[in-house]
């Protein structure tokens, strides 16, 4: 029986990593017309066939702005079957003025298959991918003049509100709702470690 988990775990593991390749394949380039609203900007944005809905924002989770740059994080819904959280990042000429640079879902969820499969996933191995991915694309998202890393994830498990990695806590942990299912979208705006080998950060779940 451990074996069959271990293989099913294992299993489960390499679906999400391919899963995290597929997600960057359907990236969203924008052009270069400035737009007036953050919205406008999206909606301007050109997209394959599926990626449609993606540059539609039904919610907002948070917004990060500097003089030169827009990063936003939101929910996106196709229909009652397929929702998505995104990340976008604009470039801001002015106050009014906005173009779209990326847009990429972070998850894709749909009502068929859900790739948070936390009851074959191990919850830390959930957040060990969430690291990787976060800091293999720090350059594009991360607005901080500072050398700390913006990390970012996505969990269904309540006890991510007791996260900390390496004895620090996230800057915030954000619950939204997809497809009737409770989610949390955490984040280190900053978040700074003496360890050079990511797989040595302490993570930590329990109160």
Do not use: C
């Amino acid at each position: 029986m451990k074996n069959k988990r271990y293989i099913q775990w294992i299993w489960a593991s390499t679906l999400l990593f391919l899963g995290m390749v597929m997600l960057r394949n359907i990236q969203i380039r924008g052009n270069n017309e400035f737009s007036a609203t953050v919205e406008r900007a999206l909606g301007n944005a050109v997209t394959p066939n599926r990626g449609e809905y993606l540059k539609k924002i039904t919610k907002e989770l948070v917004r990060f702005e500097n003089e030169e740059y827009v990063v936003v994080f939101y929910q996106a819904v196709k229909d009652q079957n397929e929702e998505a959280l995104v990340m976008a990042k604009l470039k801001k000429l002015e106050e009014n003025a906005y173009h779209t640079i990326y847009v990429t879902p972070m998850e894709i969820y749909t009502k068929d298959q859900n790739s948070l499969d936390q009851n074959i996933i191990r919850e830390e191995e959930l957040i060990r991918h969430a690291i990787n991915a976060s800091v293999h694309g720090e350059d594009i998202w991360n607005l901080n003049d500072s050398k700390g890393f913006f990390l970012r994830g996505i969990s269904i498990e309540e006890n991510i509100q007791n996260l900390k990695i390496e004895n620090q806590e996230p800057t915030q942990i954000i619950p939204y709702e997809s497809l009737g299912k409770k989610r949390y979208f955490w984040y280190y705006e900053n978040f700074e470690s003496d360890k050079i080998l990511r797989d040595e950060w302490k993570i930590e779940l329990d109160e």
